[in-house]
């Protein structure tokens, strides 16, 4: 599951970080980017988690405990932005990054990794499609 996530984020990911820095400002497309790495690298992390049999070195540990937080905080940077250049901002952007945002809080205090990587992915995705609403919105 967390594999899917890595290769739905990448491969649209890339495409929506190259239409944003065609598109629209610098800040937004260096935001989009932000989003899309921090997002993969931190399911690829999770995903190689649970193949290895090995364990962790403590600070990947310590960076797949927290990683609802720093996906959540990873995604409101595009909306910062947005703020920030005085652009509208769809109603629709706002509540796939809050609804993202909540299955991500969700996701913090679950014990089962099964459910907890359902929540992570789906977070993920509902702020992904927020993001690209956001960066066509600063595409003009």
Same mark, same amino acid.
């Given at each position: 599951?967390? *594999? ?7 491969? $649209? ?5 190259? +239409? ?5 400002? &610098? =800040? %937004?497309?260096? &935001? ?9 690298? *931190? ?9 290895? +049999? ?13 990683? =609802?937080?720093?996906?959540?905080? @990873?995604?409101?940077? $595009? ?8 652009? @509208?901002? !769809?109603?629709? !952007? ?12 969700? @996701? ?15 977070? +993920? ?11 066509? %919105?600063?595409?003009?």
């Amino acid at each position: 599951m967390r *594999l899917f996530a890595v290769l739905f984020l990448l491969l $649209p990911g890339g495409a929506l970080v190259i +239409s944003t820095q065609r598109h629209a400002h &610098a =800040a %937004m497309a260096s &935001a989009v980017l932000f989003f899309v790495v921090a997002h993969a690298a *931190l399911h690829a992390l999770s995903a190689w988690r649970s193949t290895t +049999s090995r364990l962790l070195p403590a600070p990947l540990r310590y960076i797949d405990r927290h990683a =609802a937080w720093t996906m959540l905080g @990873s995604a409101w940077v $595009p909306l910062a932005i947005q703020g920030v250049h005085t652009q @509208s901002t !769809s109603t629709l !952007s706002v509540v796939g990054l809050v609804i993202g945002a909540l299955c991500q809080l969700c @996701s913090v205090r679950v014990a089962a990794d099964r459910l907890r990587n359902v929540l992570l992915v789906l977070g +993920s995705a509902l702020q992904f499609i927020a993001v690209a609403l956001l960066s066509s %919105m600063a595409a003009g």
